[in-house]
Nanobody, 128 residues
């Protein structure tokens, strides 16, 4: 089993910044990908960003490209999401996810079903 714990959420004004962190513990494995997803009230969970453990390849949703940056620290088993220029539409619960499956393509890491492990989520609220 792998446990994921998110931290860093909170309330921020539009234009502000937040940094989310996700700490992984438990079973040791070479995770191929880590992802961040978010879910706004009444909406489906959506892909935000992903990064592979080896190589550090990244992928972003168009809605956050240029504003969010995903990074990882392999030694500490942590993944972070730096969120700048936040907008009210970025409001939601942000989830960290991990997958030990090999990434076949960009569509893989954007799919909820690709990830076997999920954190509990952290609330991000952006006020206008």
């Amino acid at each position: 089993q792998v446990q994921l714990v998110e931290s860093g959420g909170g309330l921020v004004q539009a234009g502000g910044s937040l940094r989310l962190s996700c700490a992984a513990s438990g079973r040791t494995f070479s995770s191929y990908a880590m992802g961040w997803f978010r879910q706004a009230p009444g909406k489906e969970r959506e892909f935000v960003a992903a990064i592979t453990w080896i190589g550090g390849s990244t992928l972003y949703a168009d809605s956050v490209k240029g504003r969010f940056t995903i990074s990882r620290d392999n030694a500490k088993n942590t993944v972070s999401l730096q969120m700048n220029s936040l907008k009210p539409e970025d409001t939601g619960v942000y989830f960290c996810a991990a997958s030990s499956r090999r990434v076949g393509g960009k569509l893989d890491v954007q799919s909820i079903s690709f990830y076997a492990y999920w954190g509990q989520g952290t609330q991000v609220t952006v006020s206008s």
